[in-house]
């Protein structure tokens, strides 16, 4: 018998398949297709103090591979998620991961506060590096020193694990992920989105109402695997790996760069139940070779 | 007013039945689904070859034309996803994620039901024509415009189903103009209309509803990447502030909750605003 739990710091995840924030609504909405308990957790759509309605239409577009996203982050807020949502979730045993997102430093401490009141919530992910914001966001995750004190701030403001979400376009990733892991972060999400941007040629308009928008989908991938590469080689914290994964086999490839968890993000809009095929496939796969997931970590590294 | 019961959602693997070039870009595709669809008039499903690897890598938005063992939709080639669906060969395997969203609320007893359609906004007033045919109350008006006879698939089929009229642009077929002005000629104090069309249409059939205190039920069209109400990209703005989500809380909706001053009045879906470099 195969185990497929692994370890994110002191946090133990049934199995290392998790859903990525804003690919997965607040795991509510999934009941005609699968239990999403069985899943390794899932990562909440991004949460603020308060509701935001999100950008003007258009959000979305696709591109070759991949799909471009200005939702601005949208979401019902930390209030109404811990009064709504998470009691739902609790009752069903969902391993459940509260991405937060804040314009301030003071912001994020005080919806992990609110959150430290609420039992179900079992880690923390901070959202410094979403591209579709005017404040806030991406900016915080491009440079160490900042990304660092929001780590810090929250690591100070709860005994929950933190994880922080690392953003492409720091100038040094690398860097980054250090200054989180000195300031006291259980493990690194790598990576967010790309800014990108997608013009109609025939009407000459940009497609996106926000201009620019976060690139995801499979055409990201190899740029998030050299990425998580190099952060699992600099780091001692878990990394958990995110960027167009959508099989088993990208997912096994995540973890053999030395990914401990990978979250599968865009590839649910096209098959709501991508997570758990994905993890299937991660079963039969350990089952055959009698390997525990945990052996897949990092396997490919020399 | 209660909602109704929905079906519930499934993601199917179905072989393409048939496919019919109807004329022009359109074509009727028709999928064998032994376990039948549950659809309701209205309801749309997330279509996508099960062949297409990465690319196109979203699923396209469709309303139901039919349900049953063989569901159906109308397409009409404009983009890469329906380049393919329109080249598609019997066999051919496709993911029908659905039903999904909102339906066609019942139309009201004692109201003449009012169908105003354009292109491929046809299709799911022809599913509720179809179910008011067969509920066989009173046949319902129809109103069909194109910008030109070759705009107009699934005539013949709608012609069957009502009482018709049509308007081209372009006067070659029916009454040259727009189906507003027909709608302005004839709609009464005890007609219920139901529309699905371009943003641009579908604002001024709400606009001459709301001022003759008609209902209007709006069929919307945005793009999608989910179908389910996760991705959050087909926000409909509405008249008490914020949007509505077209999937979930649509496609149909009460034309008046739309604030169709701030809804996307793009031709072409996918195109909506200006580049400023250019004039």
Redesign the interface.
């Known amino acids: 018998m195969t185990s497929l739990a692994v370890n994110v710091g002191t946090l133990t995840l049934r199995n290392p398949i998790l859903t990525a924030s804003g690919c997965f609504g607040y795991g509510l909405e999934y009941d005609d297709f699968y239990d999403v308990a069985e899943l390794g957790g899932i990562c909440t759509k991004g949460l603020s103090l308060s509701p935001r309605a999100g950008n003007p239409p258009e959000r979305i577009c696709e591109t070759p591979a991949g799909m471009l996203n200005a939702i601005g982050l949208a979401n019902v807020g930390v209030e109404a998620f811990c009064r709504d949502k998470l009691p739902v979730l609790r009752q069903r045993g969902v391993t459940v991961v509260a991405n937060i997102f804040a314009s301030s430093v003071a912001d994020f401490v005080t919806i992990t506060e609110r959150l430290n009141r609420e039992t179900g919530v079992a880690a923390i992910e901070l959202n410094v590096s979403c591209p579709n914001v005017t404040e806030g966001g991406i900016e915080f995750g491009k440079d160490a020193r900042m990304c660092g004190e929001v780590t810090r701030a929250v690591r100070v403001a709860t005994k929950l694990p933190v994880w922080v979400k690392m953003s492409p376009e720091a100038g040094n990733i690398v860097a980054v992920a250090k200054a989180c892991e000195e300031a006291g972060a259980d493990a690194i999400t790598a990576i967010n989105t790309i800014r990108g941007m997608s013009i109609d040629v025939e009407q000459n308009k940009l497609r996106l109402a926000n201009r620019t928008g976060g690139f995801s989908g499979p055409a990201l991938r190899p740029i998030a695997l050299r990425i998580v590469w190099e952060i699992a080689g600099a780091v001692s914290i878990p990394v958990i790996a995110i960027g167009g994964i959508s099989t088993t086999r990208d997912a096994l490839e995540f973890m053999a760069a030395g990914a401990t968890a990978v979250q599968v993000g865009t590839a649910n809009f096209a098959d709501p139940s991508a997570a758990k095929r994905v993890l299937d496939g991660l079963r039969t796969h350990c089952e055959n070779r009698h390997i525990d997931a945990k052996a897949l970590i990092g396997c490919a590294r020399g | 007013m209660s909602s109704p019961v929905l079906p ?4 199917a693997t179905l072989p393409l039945l048939r496919r019919e070039s109807i004329g022009g870009l359109y074509h009727v595709l028709t999928f064998e689904d032994p376990d039948g669809s549950k659809a309701l008039p209205g309801q749309f499903t ?1 279509v ?1 070859g099960a062949e297409w690897g ?6 396209r938005p469709m309303s139901y034309l039919t349900a049953g063992h063989a569901p159906s939709i109308l397409i009409k080639v404009i983009g890469e996803g329906t380049l393919r669906m329109g080249r598609a060969e019997p066999g051919e395997p496709f ?1 029908l ?1 659905g039903p999904l969203g909102q339906p066609w609320r019942a139309p009201t007893p004692g109201r003449r039901a009012v169908l105003v359609g354009g292109g491929v906004g046809i299709a799911p007033l022809l599913f509720l024509a179809r179910e008011l045919a067969a509920a066989s109350g009173r046949q319902p008006i129809a109103i069909y415009g194109g910008r030109s006879s070759k705009d107009l698939p699934l005539d013949d089929d709608l012609a069957s189903l009502s009482e018709l009229h049509v308007t081209t642009e372009d006067g070659t077929r029916g009454t040259r103009g727009r189906v507003t002005d027909v709608l302005s000629d004839l709609l009464g104090p005890d007609h219920e209309v139901f529309t699905c069309g371009p943003d641009r249409m579908m604002a001024k059939v709400a606009e001459l509803c709301a001022a003759r205190d008609v209902p209007c039920e709006a069929s919307l069209e ?5 179908g ?10 509405i008249t008490e ?3 509505l989500y077209a999937c979930t809380q649509g496609p149909c909706v009460d034309a008046r909750r739309v604030d169709w001053s ?1 809804a ?1 009045h ?1 031709p ?1 879906k ?6 400023r470099t ?1 004039p």
């Open positions: 519930q959602r499934r993601l997330m996508r990465d690319a196109p890598l979203l699923p993911t994620l945005t793009p999608m990447a989910c389910y109400g996760v991705c959050l990209g087909c926000p409909v703005p502030g914020g949007y701030r996307d793009a072409k996918g195109a909506a605003h200006p580049l250019k």
